[in-house]
């Protein structure tokens, strides 16, 4: 029996070594190996603005509602996002910043409570310490779609890699 595990122990090791191994243990590297697959970094660095519109759906209740949307950024800090559900009679709602100051129409408070469409629930959401504000949220949507795109953050919501 003793003679059967050596073996596949043995076997175990050496199929597992390389890929312990294989593993960079730096973000850093990480990220820019992101940033040159696309594109590099001169190219990512000269992106000043842009804008993307799109549509999406989101679950509410047994129906799968659709949602069209546009987003426009001037990099490092403004960022709008604009949300229409063509299937309600409602108005649009937007919902971003500039610098420190946040941008949501309507206001929070009135009609819907001023949520973007797929976006948290009015107030932001719920993080750890309790409702996240509302500029914190929409700076949260703007880092992810940052990381998407470009492979990178903005001083405008920093982020720190590990």
């Not at 992101?34 to 129906?63: D, P, W």
């Not at 100051?101 to 309507?106: A, F, K, M, S």
């Not at 797929?118 to 940052?146: E, N, S």
């Amino acid at each position: 029996m003793r003679r059967l595990w050596f073996p596949l122990v043995a076997a175990l090791v050496a199929a597992s070594a390389p890929a312990l191994l294989g593993q960079t243990p730096d973000a850093a590297q990480v990220m820019a190996s992101a940033r040159a697959a696309l594109g590099g970094e001169q190219k990512l660095s000269a992106v000043r603005t842009f804008t993307a519109t799109g549509r999406t759906r989101q679950v509410r209740g047994n129906n799968l509602v659709p949602i069209e949307f546009e987003i426009n950024c001037e990099l490092p800090d403004k960022f709008v996002r604009k949300d229409e559900i063509p299937a309600q009679d409602t108005d649009p709602t937007t919902r971003g910043f500039s610098g420190d100051t946040l941008i949501q129409v309507p206001p929070p408070g009135a009609g819907r409570g001023g949520a973007r469409a797929g976006g948290p629930p009015p107030g932001g959401g719920r993080g750890p310490g309790g409702p996240v504000p509302p500029i914190m949220a929409a700076k949260q949507d703007f880092a992810r779609l940052m990381l998407g795109m470009f492979a990178a953050s903005f001083s405008s919501f920093p982020l720190t890699f590990k």
